[in-house]
């Protein structure tokens, strides 16, 4: 019998290894797995490359994980937030390095990733020191940078419910990140609010498929 919901999210976290890369879900605070962020810090894995829209946004979630010092890089496209200067912080004195993609790229190229694509073509940031050291080609009169998929080794996504297969539905503006990265990455764990039985989540609601998903934890379940 197929069943990806744990109790034990400390177990799977454990496993998650020095320098891996780590996707997190969000836009700001919308859509982020906080407390599956927050329970990673307990287990202290070191050199974290963390690939998130946000750098650092209120005073939770991937605030506290760069605030642990257990992040060495962000991949992201907003390093400033209005209501958090820590990221900045950090930055400026060099603990962290910091690989900007605008957001367009950022999603594209980690759905890229997903769909196993090699390498894609965009206009964003051509001209621009984004695009230095970048192949550009003309296509069709317009000018081009080729970008690479972005992968990670785990992905920590918010849903709002699952079933035991790991199907997931989101609620509203917090889906965003959540169905790329989870196509994504190695292993997926998803944060839910709701664990429903086989068969009551409508198939035509199911935004990402439990083929994608590897772990599903209820929020009140970690630890």
């Known amino acids: 019998m197929i069943n990806k919901v744990t109790t034990d999210i400390e177990t799977v976290l454990k496993s998650i290894p020095d320098g891996a890369r780590i996707m997190t879900s969000g836009f700001g605070l919308a859509g982020q797995p906080i407390e599956l962020i927050e329970a990673l810090i307990d287990f202290g894995p070191k050199d974290l490359t963390i690939i998130n829209n946000n750098a650092a946004s209120g005073d ?12 060495k890089k962000m991949i ?5 937030a209005n209501n958090s200067t820590v990221f900045e ?6 603990k962290v390095e910091l690989d900007l993609v605008p957001q367009g790229n950022l999603a594209c190229r980690i759905q890229a990733a997903g769909a196993g694509l090699g390498a894609i073509f965009t206009p964003t940031g051509y001209g621009t020191k984004i ?5 550009t080609r003309c296509i069709d009169g317009k000018n081009y940078v080729l970008e690479y998929p972005i992968h990670a080794d785990y992905a920590l996504i918010y849903a709002h419910q ?6 997931l539905v989101y609620r509203k503006a917090a889906r965003n990140f959540g169905p790329l990265m989870a196509k994504a990455a190695k292993t997926t764990i998803a944060q839910v609010h709701e664990v429903l039985e086989l068969g009551q989540l ?14 599903v934890v209820k929020v009140g379940d970690i630890k």
């Open 60 to 71: 939770r979630g991937l605030t506290n994980l760069l605030l642990s010092g257990l992040v």
């Open 76 to 80: 992201c496209s907003f390093p400033k």
């Open 89 to 94: 912080d950090l930055y400026k004195a060099g």
């Open 131 to 135: 695009a230095e050291g970048k192949e």
């Open 162 to 167: 699952a079933d035991r297969w790991g199907n």
């Open 202 to 215: 409508d198939p035509e609601v199911i935004v990402t498929p439990g083929i994608f998903v590897q772990h």
